[in-house]
């Protein structure tokens, strides 16, 4: 029996090996395939450049609408221009099949390093999050949110145990648009996302409105397993590692985790999404914040945390959010049992490299989503609040404002609000002169040096500056990650003039 891959790659169809898509992209091998489609390596032909083409299932994908809307919504993945992104470069419909081209990456997925190494140090994993929050931090602010954040759509392009890590969030393509209608590019529903990483509002199949910080509850999951090597909810049926996530508090982190990671992780771990970070910036703060209590801190050692198992005791269960699992059953199993005959099919083979992440390596099925991969639903703004309710539901100001009784550390001051010493802004202002003149090893030494006395936002982006100038991509993308988020901008634009692509 064909699988569906064999299928689409026999004949003529669209996705013939050596077929050329738009007259530029040509497929050269089949890397996986899932469900939501296949993944192909293939090369741009006039740049002699790897990219990588992910053809979607084509189910329901014939009326104007929903072609309208896939071409809508893959402008908005290929807009997002950030170092932690893989970027979609292109998108088309040949024959009916909607395909996206991708940037290619090289790399291990963090799920690898995760099964072949064991709990992490805090101080990576913290590196690790920080770019994770910067990208998410990107992707809300043009109005796309991921919905599957996990470790296997994280891929490592740089990493040595211990040493710098960069990372690049695979998947973008098929992320949710916030706001908008709620049409879908398929009339088949299920839950979307990964069991053992979703959100509760997504595992309770709504509300509609799904925002970033369901985004921010995956992160906290992820975090989560770099510190201990395991996730916090685990079961061996779907519906209990879903109940977990709507009933059931994490497995307490050991003492040994610095306090303030704590808090950061029982904090995007909140039920609730008003209890948690209201956005990415607001947890790169707090990460930022945990940067000192992390160093020199060891790896806990592998087995010291369990997951919950949260059908180890069915009576326990019985909540309201079960009755609303239950209350969703027809459309739910129905859902699942389609899921299941793709993911154990012939067509269910996991994919291998960037693109389409394959099935998890816990529970089955750990990758549930719609047979057709769901580009078109979107997330309904939430509707305003009438006039007088203000103080039965505080505004985001004051609910991420600090409390008297919160033990949350202060959020980071502003780059531009931070005060140099004076020692520190006269050499920093030579840097400056030394960066305008050309002077760009010059400009480095001196920014370094600034650095020995105060950490300033001003030093590290005078230092990315100047390798960007100089044109080493490699201290380009280094120095980066340690520049403020408002500085970002500014620095990514100077290495673009200079030919250093992230």
């Known amino acids: ?47 002699g450049k790897a990219v990588a083409i992910k053809m979607l299932r084509p189910d329901g994908f014939n009326s104007r609408d929903t072609r309208e809307r896939f071409e809508r919504e893959a402008r908005m993945a290929s807009s997002l221009n950030h170092p932690g992104i893989a970027q979609v470069f292109d998108y088309g419909i040949e024959e009916g099949m909607p395909y996206l081209v991708m940037e290619f990456i090289d790399g291990k997925e963090l799920s690898d390093i995760i099964r072949d190494e064991g709990p992490m140090a805090p101080t990576q994993a913290v590196q690790i999050m920080r770019q994770l929050a910067a990208a998410l931090s990107e992707a809300h602010r043009n109005g796309l949110v991921h919905r599957d954040i996990k470790p296997q759509n994280i891929k490592l392009v740089r990493y040595t145990k211990g040493g710098q890590i960069f990372i690049k969030i695979l998947d973008f393509g098929i992320a949710k648009q916030v706001g908008g209608d709620q049409g879908r590019l398929t009339a088949t529903g299920a839950v979307i996302g990964t069991p053992v990483y979703m959100a509760p509002e997504q595992a309770s199949g709504g509300p509609p409105g799904i925002d970033g910080r369901a985004d921010l509850y995956a992160a906290g999951i992820v975090f989560y397993e770099l510190l201990t090597g395991t996730v916090p909810f685990d079961a061996p049926s779907l519906a209990g590692v879903l109940m977990g996530h709507l009933t059931k508090p994490p497995p307490e982190l050991p003492r040994a985790v610095p306090e303030p990671v704590r808090r950061v992780i029982a904090r995007l771990l909140k039920k609730d999404p008003d209890d ?31 997951s919950t198992r949260a059908d180890s005791h069915p009576g326990a269960l019985w909540t309201w959010r079960s009755a609303l699992i239950i209350g969703l059953g027809s459309m739910a199993v129905a859902g699942v049992v389609m899921v299941l005959v793709l993911l154990y099919g012939p067509f269910g083979r996991s994919a291998t490299q960037t693109g389409i992440p394959g099935p998890g390596p816990r529970v089955p099925p750990t990758q549930v989503t719609q047979a057709v991969p769901d580009l078109h639903q979107k997330t309904v703004p939430e509707t305003p609040r009438t006039p007088g309710t203000e103080k039965h539901r505080p505004n985001r100001e004051a609910r991420d404002a600090p409390k008297p009784q919160d033990s949350d550390p202060p959020p980071e001051a502003p780059a531009s609000h931070v005060s140099e010493h004076k020692e520190v802004r006269e050499i920093l202002d030579r840097a400056k002169h030394s960066l305008d003149a050309g002077e760009l090893d010059e400009t480095i030494r001196l920014a370094r040096q600034s650095l020995g006395s105060q950490q300033t936002p001003r030093a590290h982006k005078l230092i990315a500056l100047a390798f960007c100038k100089k044109g080493d991509l490699g201290n380009a993308r280094a120095s980066l990650f340690s520049v403020a988020a408002g500085h970002k901008r500014e620095v990514i634009e100077a290495c673009l003039r200079n030919n250093i692509q992230f």
Do not use: N, W
Not at 18 to 45: C, D, N, P, W
Not at 294 to 303: D, N, S
């Open 1 to 47: 029996m064909q699988s569906r891959s064999d299928t689409l790659l026999a004949g003529t169809g669209p996705m013939t090996l050596g077929r050329t898509l738009k007259g530029q992209y040509r497929i050269e091998s089949e890397l996986g395939s899932g469900a939501m489609g296949i993944v192909f390596r293939g090369a741009h032909i006039a740049l």
């Open 276 to 306: 948690r970070y209201s956005d990415a910036d607001a947890l790169d703060r707090a990460l930022a914040l945990c940067e000192d209590a992390c160093r020199g801190v060891a790896p806990i050692p592998a087995g010291s945390v369990e």
